[in-house]
């Protein structure tokens, strides 16, 4: 088995376990002082402080360096890449929602984009009024009344529930790249990895001065935006600003969405 993709099952091994850990423990953490939805806020913080140390000494100086040294519309054109392989996952789940309206524009804005936007760097899918959907496995199942449960803090990956937590597994089974060579993907992981980050820094560097507790901003934020979405795409809360350098408003704080491909 090649190396990327063992680091990509260990990366996800660790947060089933994480999840497994969590049930075991979500009976004991009933104490009154525990936020309603939150039982597990100890192991949470803990996780998120973890989180937060690799994102202060890797990932946001990546972001920076990345933003100083790539023009503008080329960000703009890899944004655009990424954002083109996620319609497909968009597509898988909005068809297990039985929305077929929203699985049909999905498809038609990645064969529009592919073609005519060379790939997908070039957006002519929402110039032409073709919108953009966001969807995934944790959507899919609350769609269909599974209950968000717990939140959840995982390694790595970020704030989730034990419901959405699913996704990951499913987005990794479900993104292009995960069938390519690893010195292929690896390569576009990485690259995809920083350019998320890049657009929210903004956001994150407004939640830094701003948020008295990140911890629990960042729980709020992401808690309203999965029942915003849940909810049809209900107007979203805008934590965004403008980050150096860069030209698009930020979203909330939110972890790449699509993982590691082929590790």
Known sequence: MKPAREATRAAIEIAIMTVVIAIGVTGCATGSDRQPGDPLEPMNRAIFSFNDGLDKYVARPAAVGYVRITPSPLRTAISNFFSNIGDLGNFANDLLQLKITDATEDILRFAFNSTFGLGGVLDWASAAGLPKHHQDFGLTLGHYGVPAGPYLVLPLF?????????GWVFAYFTTPTTYLPADVSVPLFGVNFVSERSELLGATDLLSVAALD?????????????????NMG???PDYGDQSPGTDAPMPPPMVPSTPPSSP
């Open 158 to 166: 970020g704030p989730s529930t034990f419901r959405d937590s699913t």
């Open 214 to 230: 990140k911890y629990a901003f960042v729980r709020d934020a992401y808690m309203q935006r999965r029942r915003s979405l849940l």
């Open 234 to 236: 209900a107007s979203l």
